[in-house]
């Protein structure tokens, strides 16, 4: 139907956070402000169920490819998932869209490696390799072009001598100079010395921490490593999924989950309110050095201060100033578990240079509401927040009420950025993935596009509970 200039038209806003679909009057010519992006695939109907700003859509482009961890896409298109498999073989997925709608037609299981725990998490391309982790082994094999499985046997990169723990991702970034960094995140909440009694005390210092709570720099193309071979680059980090190299900055980022039962350890001090809603999880920029405090402080986003942790004499109260703070506080127990940093010239200028990140979900918030179960986006500039997160993509908990994590119909889990600008999405628990597109104008992009996510800030996964009224019954 053609539109002519200065024709009154209704628009019906699909893409909004609020129950009901909301009229909004629009003037003027609506085909040039938001012109036919003809580059681009057709989006779901529904943008596969999906709540993204307006001008954005979605499309499912793979359904149930397995239980899916982080993702990368190829500069020609083709995907490639770690999937979460505990043992066998076989632990990558390739897809491919040999049609050009976008959807994936061609699903590969593909991987000569036993896995070794179910959380196997990375997948990154980078200088022609394809580089993956099960929980102990970093390998990478060579993408030939026309080729959708790496041919060979994988190389071994890294192993961790250590046995199979908790938290036991191996997260990997790249610099610019043959640098490869990965996660050794520590076993427990904060190095708890199990001979304690009556009050639960930490050890001091952490042994831990001579290995784990932190990240380590490799050599990129180094095969048969082990953590002696590395060196120790930063400390004092509990738990890093997400990691990722900025290229604005040329340094290292990541965001790190922070500890848990604060109600536990002390009583007296903290609620369990305190214990839903505290500690922070921690966007950190990363330099060589630097010292997060783990396990002998937590960091409060609400008094934006690191407090000494309860094992090591803290009350809710004590300060420390010892120990480097992160560029941002998030919302506690979300479980942030991928970081990216937009390139892309597809998206409105202000999304450039930003970070995207994958909440994962809370799983030990109550007596409230499970939280997190979104994708979130933080304005940068010259490498630091410009402004507060804001939720990106909203409509994966399926329910408005999570009660437990099980509840939740899908856990946004790995981000990355297609050759076009593209943002795809996997999630965990089904193995389905999204493709985020703009199909409005980017120079028109503005606070009114914005507007409609504003209601998704009043969802109980994730608004700060109510002490009282938002108590689960």
């Not at 330099?287 to 609400?302: A, E, I, R």
């Amino acid at each position: 139907m053609k539109i002519f200039p200065g024709l009154l038209i209704t628009v019906i806003l699909l893409i909004s956070c609020k129950n009901e679909p909301e009229t909004a009057v629009v003037t003027g010519d609506f085909e040039a402000s938001i012109p036919f992006r003809g580059d681009l695939p057709d989006p779901d109907d529904d943008n596969g169920g999906l709540v993204l700003p307006d001008g954005f859509a979605a499309l499912v482009v793979a359904d149930s490819v397995g239980r899916a961890r982080h993702l990368a896409v190829n500069d020609n298109g083709d995907i490639y998932i770690k999937l979460r498999i505990a043992e066998g073989d076989r632990g990558n997925m390739a897809l491919r869209d040999t049609t050009g709608d976008g959807r994936i037609d061609i699903y590969e299981r593909f991987g000569d490696y036993p896995n070794d725990g179910a959380f196997a998490t990375e997948m990154r391309i980078h200088k022609g390799y394809l580089y993956f982790s099960s929980e102990l082994v970093i390998y990478r094999q060579k993408l030939t072009p026309g080729h959708l499985v790496p041919e060979g046997s994988p190389e071994i990169l890294v192993r961790d001598v250590y046995p199979i723990r908790w938290h036991n991702a191996k997260s990997l970034a790249f610099d610019n100079e043959g640098g490869m960094y990965v996660t050794f995140s520590a076993p427990t909440n904060a190095c708890e010395d199990p001979r304690s009694t009556n009050v639960v005390r930490g050890f001091y210092p952490c042994p831990e921490l001579e290995v784990f709570g932190g990240i380590w720099r490799f050599d990129e193309a180094g095969l048969e490593q082990t953590q002696a071979d590395g060196e120790r680059y930063a400390t004092g980090l509990r738990s890093v999924v997400g990691i990722s190299w900025n290229p604005q900055t040329n340094s290292l980022y990541a965001v790190q989950h922070g500890r848990d039962y604060l109600n536990n350890r002390l009583p007296q001090a903290y609620s369990d309110w305190d214990n839903a809603n505290l500690p922070a999880e921690e966007f950190v920029q990363i330099d060589q050095g630097d010292d997060f405090g783990w396990p002998y402080t937590y960091y409060d986003h609400y008094k934006k201060q690191r407090m000494i942790a309860p094992e090591y004499g803290g009350d809710g109260k004590k300060t420390s100033d010892r120990y480097k703070h992160p560029i941002m506080g998030l919302p506690a127990h979300w479980a942030p578990n991928d970081l990216l940093f937009y390139q892309g010239d597809q998206f409105p200028p202000r999304y450039k240079h930003g970070a995207f990140i994958a909440f994962h979900g809370s799983t030990n918030r109550g007596p409230y509401p499970q939280a997190g179960y979104v994708v979130a986006f933080i304005p940068m500039e010259n490498g630091l927040p410009s402004g507060p997160w804001e939720i990106f993509a909203d409509g994966f908990t399926g329910v408005d009420v999570v009660r437990e994590m099980k509840d939740a119909k899908y856990r946004p889990m790995g981000l990355s950025e297609g050759p076009d600008g593209s943002l795809y999405i996997s999630e965990s628990r089904q193995g389905k993935i999204w493709r985020v597109i703009f199909r409005g104008d980017p120079e028109l992009f503005g606070d009114q596009q914005l507007a409609g996510m504003e209601k998704c800030l009043e969802r109980s996964y994730v608004k700060t509970p109510d002490k009282t009224k938002d108590r689960l019954k």
